[in-house]
């Protein structure tokens, strides 16, 4: 079945340094991906996606590449705010008519200043 | 504003006791969700609904039950059955079910039973 697999936390960065979270999933066919964001004691925040192999999603200079040769969407930014701490959530969605978003388990993000 | 509501934000109940979890939506989506969040765990799907008065089960569907009489609502039940009811749960909804629909998520319930 689906499944992703993210970099385990708790990663702990200082202000202003560049940030990667890894993500790879295995699927059948070619599944829609997803960044989420959970700030603490909300819900989830759609980051940014991307539907297909080779397309970029971006949003709040965050960025993530869907490469199918390495079935990886890595999450980068390149210089990191204390409002960016956070937990992410890598996701898959396969395109088979089935609904289910497919989550990892989550990294938690601190950033100090 | 259009939004995803859920209330309340904490719920504390007693074991043994049926709670019930309310979803609102007026984004005029379709579908409907419920997910279960976990310390240390991705989310799992629990239910979904694709139009009103039809729902579907997700992942651990046991020892829950939804109803979706109306677009907008989507309440979530959780029955003495459920052996670990307590959690995060998330609601969310999207236009409809096709591979370009982004789910958008309500902002949660924290549930502990006692």
């Known amino acids: 079945g689906d499944s992703v697999t993210q970099m385990e936390g708790p990663v702990t960065l200082s202000e202003e340094a560049f940030l990667t979270i890894n993500c790879t999933y295995t699927?059948?066919?070619?599944?829609?991906l997803f960044w989420y964001v959970q700030y603490p004691g909300e819900g989830l925040q759609l980051l940014l996606k991307a539907t297909k192999a080779d397309d970029k999603g971006s949003n709040k200079g965050f960025e993530a590449t869907y490469r199918k040769e390495t079935t990886s969407f890595h999450l980068e930014k390149g210089s990191v705010q204390v409002s960016d701490s956070a937990v992410y959530f890598c996701a898959l969605r396969d395109n088979f008519g089935n609904e289910k978003l497919t989550f990892g388990t989550g990294t938690r993000l601190t950033i100090i200043p | 504003d259009g939004g995803i509501t859920q209330s309340p934000k904490y719920l504390f109940r007693k074991e043994g006791q049926n709670v019930t979890l309310s979803c609102e939506q007026n984004l005029n989506h379709d579908a409907m969700y419920w997910y279960r969040q976990d310390p240390g765990q991705g989310l799992r799907l629990i239910y979904y609904?694709?139009?009103?008065?039809?729902?579907q089960k997700g992942d651990i569907a046991e020892g829950y039950s939804v109803s979706r009489e109306k677009k907008e609502s989507f309440p979530l039940t959780v029955t003495s059955a459920q052996k670990n009811p307590t959690a995060f749960y998330l609601c969310?909804?999207?236009?409809?079910?096709?591979?370009?629909?982004?789910?958008?998520f309500g902002p949660g319930t924290r549930l502990t039973v006692l």
């Open positions: 969310a909804s999207s236009i409809g079910t096709g591979e370009w629909d982004t789910q958008y």
């Open positions: 609904s694709q139009i009103v008065n039809d729902f």
């Open positions: 699927a059948t066919g070619y599944p829609s």
